[in-house]
C-alpha cells in the first residue's frame, strides 16, 4: 500500500506556426483541436490536486524568448510558463490568449528547450518523473542534425516522451488507425487521408517513429496520439489522488494474545475536497467580509446577551433542556484508545450483507517487517477461511473517536492475504418494518406464465457476460471504473465559471449522461421480455372506489328540526369523516405530536367543547412559532388549516376570525415576516360570510387582510389632504 501520485515536471511543447490553422471546410483546425486537448489535460490536473508542476513552450511565435536563444539558434520559441502548479490562470491563457503566430520553428529545436526547462527548473526539487508532450502537425521544416544528441539526453534524463498530431499513427505505414479499426468512424476532429499528408509532414512521421522506436522500442508508437483520441479519453475529470494513511494497532484476541497489525482505508466514501466559502460580490475576496455574532433576548428590546451568559439547549419536544459544557464533557464516551479487539467468531453466513455499514473498508495487514505479527495474522487469516467463519470487532479510530462494532473476514489473493473490515449495526442502526405476506393475498398471486417471464428479464439484464468456453466473466458495467457523475459536473461548472463569469451554466455533457446508460448489449437483449411483462402486466386505470354508507347515512332522522345550514353542514361533513375516524385511538387533548389530528377528533367526538380544544390548538400554534424554524412553521399551518374547517362545519367563524387577527399581531410584534409569507402563500384569511353565516366579513376585506401593510405615515398625510378631521384622525391611530 504505497502512497498514491508520484510527483512529476511535465512541459507542454506546442506549436503555434501559421500551418496549424490549416483546415478542411466545417472542421477545426489543428491548433483548435490541440487547445482542447491541452485544455482537458490541464483541467483534469487542477481538479486532481496532485502536487505536478507544468510548464509551457510555444514554437512558432513570432517572437523569442528562452535561455537557448543566440543569433540565428532557437528562433521563434518562447517559454510562455516556466514549471509551477497548474491554475486557472493558465487555463485562460490557453483559452483565449494564445494565438497562433506567422512563423515556423523546428520542433526538434524546441524539444531541445523543453529539455533545458526541466533541467534548469527541477534543480533543488524532487521530481518522480520528467515528462515532455509535444503537440504539432508536423508542417514545420526540422533539422536532424543534433536528433542522435537529443535522443542520448533524453535517454540520460530519464525524460519521457508524447507526440499529439492531428491524425493517427500506424505502425506499418504512415498513417491510419492503431489496428483496432475503430478511429476512422469514432473521431473527434478531421481524419486526414494519405494522400491528403504533405510531403514535410511525410517526413515529419517518420522522424518521430524513429525518435519513439529509439526511446522504447516499438512500444514507443503507442506514446503517439491522434487528437480525436485523446479527446475521448481526457474528457472525464481526473479523480482526486489521496493517499493510504497506515493506522497502527495492536489485533487483540483476549487477553494473552495480541497482533501488531497497520490498517488501511480500501473504499472511503468520495466527498468534495473544497466547501463552499463567502466572498464579497464585488471584490472576489474573503477578507472583506466580517462576520459579527449577537446574541439578544426573544423579547420586544432584543435585549442583547454577552455569550458568555448563554448556554447550550437541547430539544425535547416543545421543551428546551439546558446543557452546558460541562455536562457534555461528561457525557461523552470515554475510550481507552485505538483498539482492534476481537470479541468473538461467527459464521459468515449468520452476517447478512443487508447489515453492512458505515462510510469506509478498512484492509488489515500484519504490521511492516514483524515475522511473527505475519505469522500469527496469516494463521488466523487461514482458519477464518478454512472454517468460514468471521471475527466479529470492536473498533475505535482514537481515543476521541466513538466506538464501533464491525466484522473482519479473510481476503486472500495472489499477490497478498490481509482482514477486511466492514462496520455493522447497533440496534438503534435497524429500522423492523412489518408487511403483510403477498404470498397470503390471492389477488397477488403471479401466473406461471408470468413468473417466466420476469426470470426471463432479469436473465436478459444481467450486467455480467460470461464465456464458457474460455471460463471468463467479463463485467458489462464496472462501477468502480465509472466516474461520480456528481464530481464531473462540479468540476464541469467550477472550470465554465472560472473561464466565463457572465456566461450561463452550460448542459450537462452528453458523455455524463451516457456513462449511467445501461450497456448497448444488455438493452437490446431485454427489448423481447419487456414486450412478454408489458403484455402479462397489463395497466388499468384504477377507479375510486365509492365513499363508504354507513348508518347515520342510511337512518337520517329527516324530521329533526333546525336551521337548514347546520343540517348541510352535517352532510358535509359526512362526505370525510365516518365512525372509523372517531375509533383511531383515545384521544382526550391536542397533543403536540400530530396537533391538527387530535384537534379535529376532539371537536368531532365533542368530548370537550370547541372552546376548550382551539384554545389548546392556539397554545401548540404559539410554542411553534417561537421555535422561529421553518419545519415547526410547517405544523402551524396545518393547525390553522384544520382550525379554519373546523370553525367553519362548527359555526365558530368568529372565534377563529379572532385568533387570526390576534395572530397577525404577534406576527408583527415578533416579526415573524417569513412565516407570515407563508400564510399568504397559502390564501389563509378570514373566514367571509359568503362561507359561512356567522361571519360579518366580506370577501373584499379578507382580500385585504392579507395584503401587505402601507406606511402610517403616508396614510396619515393622505387622510389630511383629503380634508380629514380630528375624528378621522384618531380613527387612523
Same mark, same amino acid.
Given at each position: 500500500?504505497?502512497?498514491?501520485?508520484?510527483?512529476?515536471?511535465?512541459?507542454?511543447?506546442?506549436?503555434? *506556426?501559421?500551418?496549424?490553422?490549416?483546415?478542411?471546410?466545417?472542421?477545426?483546425?489543428?491548433?483548435? $483541436?490541440?487547445?482542447?486537448?491541452?485544455?482537458?489535460?490541464?483541467?483534469?490536473?487542477?481538479?486532481?490536486?496532485?502536487?505536478? =508542476?507544468?510548464?509551457?513552450?510555444?514554437?512558432?511565435?513570432?517572437?523569442? #524568448?528562452?535561455?537557448? &536563444?543566440?543569433?540565428?539558434?532557437?528562433?521563434?520559441?518562447?517559454? /510562455?510558463?516556466?514549471?509551477?502548479?497548474?491554475?486557472?490562470?493558465?487555463?485562460?491563457?490557453?483559452?483565449?490568449?494564445?494565438?497562433?503566430?506567422?512563423?515556423?520553428?523546428?520542433?526538434?529545436?524546441?524539444?531541445?528547450?523543453?529539455?533545458?526547462?526541466?533541467?534548469?527548473?527541477?534543480?533543488?526539487?524532487? %521530481?518522480?518523473?520528467?515528462?515532455?508532450?509535444?503537440?504539432?502537425?508536423?508542417?514545420?521544416?526540422?533539422?536532424?542534425?543534433?536528433?542522435?544528441?537529443?535522443?542520448?539526453?533524453?535517454?540520460?534524463?530519464?525524460?519521457?516522451?508524447?507526440?499529439?498530431?492531428?491524425?493517427?499513427?500506424?505502425?506499418?505505414?504512415?498513417?491510419?488507425?492503431?489496428?483496432?479499426? @475503430?478511429?476512422? +468512424?469514432?473521431?473527434?476532429?478531421?481524419?486526414?487521408?494519405?494522400?491528403?499528408?504533405?510531403?514535410?509532414?511525410?517526413?515529419?512521421?517518420?522522424?518521430?517513429?524513429?525518435?519513439?522506436?529509439?526511446?522504447?522500442?516499438?512500444? *514507443?508508437?503507442?506514446?503517439?496520439?491522434?487528437?480525436? =483520441?485523446? $479527446?475521448?479519453?481526457?474528457?472525464?475529470?481526473?479523480?482526486?489522488?489521496?493517499?493510504?494513511?497506515?493506522?497502527?494497532?495492536?489485533?487483540?484476541?483476549? +487477553?494473552?494474545?495480541?497482533?501488531?497489525?497497520?490498517?488501511?482505508?480500501?473504499?472511503?466514501? *468520495?466527498?468534495?475536497?473544497?466547501?463552499?466559502?463567502?466572498?464579497?460580490?464585488?471584490?472576489?475576496?474573503?477578507?472583506?467580509?466580517?462576520? =459579527?455574532?449577537?446574541?439578544?433576548?426573544?423579547?420586544?428590546?432584543?435585549?442583547?446577551?454577552?455569550?458568555?451568559?448563554?448556554?447550550?439547549?437541547?430539544?425535547?419536544?416543545?421543551?428546551?433542556?439546558? %446543557?452546558?459544557?460541562?455536562?457534555?464533557?461528561?457525557?461523552?464516551?470515554?475510550?481507552?484508545?485505538?483498539?482492534? @479487539?476481537?470479541?468473538?467468531?461467527?459464521?459468515?453466513?449468520?452476517?447478512?450483507?443487508?447489515?453492512?455499514?458505515?462510510?469506509?473498508?478498512?484492509?488489515?495487514?500484519?504490521?511492516?517487517?514483524? #515475522?511473527?505479527?505475519?505469522?500469527?495474522?496469516?494463521?488466523?487469516?487461514?482458519?477464518?477461511?478454512?472454517?468460514?467463519?468471521? &471475527?466479529?470487532?470492536?473498533?475505535?479510530?482514537?481515543?476521541?473517536?466513538?466506538?464501533?462494532?464491525?466484522?473482519?473476514?479473510?481476503?486472500?489473493?495472489?499477490?497478498? #492475504?490481509?482482514?477486511?473490515?466492514?462496520?455493522?449495526?447497533?440496534?438503534?442502526?435497524?429500522?423492523?418494518?412489518? %408487511?403483510?405476506?403477498?404470498?397470503?393475498?390471492?389477488?397477488?398471486?403471479?401466473?406461471?406464465?408470468?413468473?417466466? &417471464?420476469?426470470?426471463?428479464?432479469?436473465?436478459?439484464?444481467?450486467?455480467?457476460?460470461?464465456?464458457?468456453?474460455?471460463?471468463?466473466?467479463?463485467?458489462?458495467?464496472?462501477?468502480?471504473?465509472?466516474?461520480?457523475?456528481?464530481?464531473?459536473?462540479?468540476?464541469?461548472?467550477?472550470?465554465?465559471?472560472?473561464?466565463?463569469?457572465?456566461?450561463?451554466?452550460?448542459?450537462?455533457?452528453? /458523455?455524463?449522461?451516457?456513462?449511467?446508460?445501461?450497456?448497448?448489449?444488455?438493452?437490446?437483449?431485454?427489448?423481447?421480455?419487456?414486450?412478454?411483462?408489458?403484455?402479462?402486466?397489463?395497466?388499468?386505470?384504477?377507479?375510486?372506489?365509492?365513499?363508504?354508507?354507513?348508518?347515520?347515512?342510511?337512518?337520517?332522522?329527516?324530521?329533526?328540526?333546525?336551521?337548514?345550514?347546520?343540517? $348541510?353542514?352535517?352532510?358535509?361533513?359526512?362526505?370525510?369523516?365516518?365512525?372509523? +375516524?372517531?375509533?383511531?385511538?383515545?384521544?382526550?387533548?391536542?397533543?403536540?405530536?400530530?396537533?391538527?389530528?387530535?384537534?379535529?377528533?376532539?371537536?368531532?367526538?365533542?368530548?370537550?367543547?370547541?372552546? #376548550?380544544?382551539?384554545?389548546?390548538?392556539?397554545?401548540?400554534?404559539?410554542?411553534?412559532?417561537?421555535?422561529?424554524?421553518?419545519?415547526?412553521?410547517?405544523?402551524?399551518?396545518?393547525?390553522?388549516?384544520?382550525?379554519?374547517?373546523?370553525?367553519?362545519?362548527?359555526?365558530?367563524?368568529?372565534?377563529?376570525?379572532?385568533? $387570526?387577527?390576534?395572530?397577525?399581531?404577534?406576527?408583527?410584534?415578533?416579526?415573524?415576516?417569513?412565516?407570515?409569507?407563508?400564510?399568504?402563500?397559502?390564501?389563509?384569511?378570514?373566514?367571509?360570510?359568503?362561507?359561512? +353565516?356567522?361571519?360579518?366579513?366580506?370577501?373584499?376585506?379578507?382580500?385585504?387582510?392579507?395584503?401587505?401593510?402601507?406606511?402610517?405615515?403616508?396614510?396619515?398625510?393622505?387622510?389630511?389632504?383629503?380634508?380629514?378631521?380630528?375624528?378621522?384622525?384618531?380613527?387612523?391611530?
Amino acid at each position: 500500500m504505497a502512497r498514491a501520485g508520484n510527483k512529476a515536471a511535465v512541459v507542454l511543447c506546442m506549436d503555434v *506556426g501559421f500551418a496549424m490553422n490549416n483546415s478542411f471546410p466545417g472542421e477545426e483546425s489543428p491548433f483548435e $483541436l490541440a487547445k482542447k486537448v491541452m485544455t482537458m489535460f490541464l483541467q483534469r490536473q487542477v481538479f486532481a490536486e496532485n502536487k505536478d =508542476e507544468i510548464a509551457l513552450v510555444l514554437f512558432g511565435t513570432d517572437g523569442t #524568448e528562452n535561455a537557448l &536563444a543566440h543569433e540565428d539558434q532557437y528562433q521563434n520559441i518562447t517559454v /510562455h510558463r516556466h514549471l509551477m502548479l497548474p491554475d486557472f490562470d493558465l487555463l485562460e491563457d490557453i483559452e483565449s490568449r494564445i494565438q497562433t503566430g506567422s512563423q515556423q520553428a523546428d520542433f526538434l529545436d524546441a524539444l531541445i528547450v523543453c529539455m533545458d526547462v526541466i533541467q534548469q527548473e527541477t534543480i533543488g526539487k524532487k %521530481f518522480e518523473k520528467r515528462h515532455i508532450e509535444v503537440f504539432t502537425d508536423l508542417s514545420s521544416p526540422f533539422s536532424k542534425d543534433q536528433l542522435d544528441t537529443i535522443i542520448h539526453n533524453l535517454r540520460k534524463s530519464n525524460i519521457s516522451l508524447q507526440f499529439f498530431l492531428p491524425f493517427p499513427i500506424g505502425k506499418e505505414d504512415g498513417t491510419g488507425d492503431r489496428g483496432d479499426g @475503430s478511429l476512422h +468512424s469514432d473521431h473527434h476532429g478531421p481524419y486526414f487521408p494519405l494522400k491528403e499528408i504533405t510531403e514535410q509532414q511525410k517526413e515529419g512521421i517518420r522522424m518521430v517513429k524513429r525518435v519513439m522506436i529509439s526511446l522504447e522500442g516499438e512500444d *514507443g508508437l503507442d506514446e503517439i496520439y491522434s487528437f480525436s =483520441e485523446s $479527446l475521448r479519453q481526457l474528457c472525464v475529470f481526473k479523480k482526486i489522488e489521496k493517499s493510504s494513511m497506515a493506522w497502527p494497532c495492536q489485533l487483540t484476541i483476549g +487477553s494473552n494474545l495480541s497482533i501488531r497489525i497497520v490498517a488501511y482505508k480500501s473504499i472511503q466514501q *468520495g466527498k468534495a475536497k473544497k466547501a463552499w466559502t463567502v466572498v464579497d460580490a464585488r471584490s472576489l475576496r474573503k477578507e472583506d467580509i466580517q462576520k =459579527e455574532t449577537v446574541y439578544c433576548l426573544n423579547d420586544d428590546d432584543e435585549t442583547e446577551v454577552p455569550k458568555e451568559d448563554t448556554i447550550q439547549g437541547f430539544r425535547y419536544g416543545s421543551d428546551i433542556i439546558p %446543557f452546558s459544557k460541562v455536562d457534555e464533557e461528561q457525557m461523552k464516551y470515554k475510550s481507552e484508545g485505538k483498539c482492534f @479487539s476481537v470479541l468473538g467468531f461467527c459464521r459468515s453466513s449468520q452476517v447478512h450483507r443487508k447489515y453492512y455499514m458505515g462510510n469506509q473498508v478498512l484492509k488489515v495487514f500484519a504490521a511492516k517487517d514483524d #515475522e511473527a505479527a505475519a505469522v500469527a495474522l496469516s494463521s488466523l487469516i487461514h482458519a477464518l477461511d478454512e472454517l468460514d467463519m468471521v &471475527a466479529i470487532v470492536r473498533y475505535a479510530y482514537s481515543k476521541n473517536s466513538n466506538p464501533q462494532v464491525g466484522m473482519a473476514f479473510p481476503y486472500i489473493k495472489d499477490t497478498y #492475504e490481509c482482514l477486511v473490515y466492514v462496520q455493522l449495526p447497533f440496534m438503534e442502526d435497524l429500522r423492523q418494518y412489518m %408487511f403483510s405476506s403477498l404470498k397470503n393475498n390471492k389477488k397477488c398471486t403471479p401466473t406461471e406464465a408470468q413468473l417466466s &417471464a420476469v426470470d426471463a428479464l432479469i436473465d436478459s439484464m444481467s450486467l455480467v457476460k460470461k464465456d464458457e468456453e474460455e471460463g471468463m466473466v467479463e463485467d458489462l458495467f464496472p462501477t468502480t471504473k465509472i466516474p461520480d457523475p456528481q464530481f464531473q459536473r462540479l468540476f464541469q461548472c467550477l472550470l465554465h465559471r472560472a473561464l466565463h463569469p457572465q456566461e450561463p451554466l452550460p448542459p450537462i455533457q452528453q /458523455h455524463i449522461l451516457n456513462m449511467l446508460d445501461p450497456p448497448t448489449e444488455v438493452t437490446a437483449k431485454c427489448q423481447i421480455p419487456l414486450s412478454k411483462i408489458k403484455t402479462l402486466f397489463p395497466l388499468t386505470e384504477a377507479i375510486k372506489k365509492k365513499d363508504q354508507v354507513t348508518a347515520q347515512d342510511i337512518f337520517q332522522d329527516t324530521h329533526e328540526e333546525g336551521p337548514t345550514s347546520k343540517k $348541510l353542514k352535517t352532510e358535509e361533513r359526512g362526505a370525510h369523516f365516518s365512525l372509523s +375516524s372517531l375509533a383511531e385511538g383515545s384521544v382526550t387533548k391536542v397533543g403536540s405530536v400530530n396537533p391538527a389530528e387530535n384537534f379535529r377528533v376532539l371537536v368531532r367526538q365533542k368530548t370537550t367543547s370547541f372552546e #376548550e380544544a382551539s384554545h389548546q390548538l392556539i397554545n401548540h400554534i404559539e410554542q411553534f412559532l417561537d421555535t422561529n424554524e421553518t419545519l415547526y412553521f410547517m405544523k402551524s399551518m396545518d393547525c390553522i388549516k384544520a382550525f379554519r374547517e373546523e370553525a367553519i362545519q362548527f359555526s365558530e367563524e368568529q372565534r377563529f376570525n379572532g385568533f $387570526l387577527k390576534a395572530l397577525a399581531e404577534k406576527v408583527e410584534s415578533k416579526q415573524l415576516n417569513h412565516f407570515w409569507e407563508i400564510v399568504i402563500q397559502d390564501g389563509i384569511t378570514l373566514i367571509t360570510k359568503d362561507e359561512a +353565516s356567522g361571519s360579518s366579513v366580506t370577501a373584499e376585506e379578507a382580500k385585504t387582510f392579507l395584503a401587505p401593510k402601507g406606511n402610517p405615515s403616508e396614510d396619515t398625510a393622505a387622510a389630511f389632504e383629503e380634508g380629514g378631521d380630528v375624528d378621522d384622525l384618531l380613527d387612523l391611530i
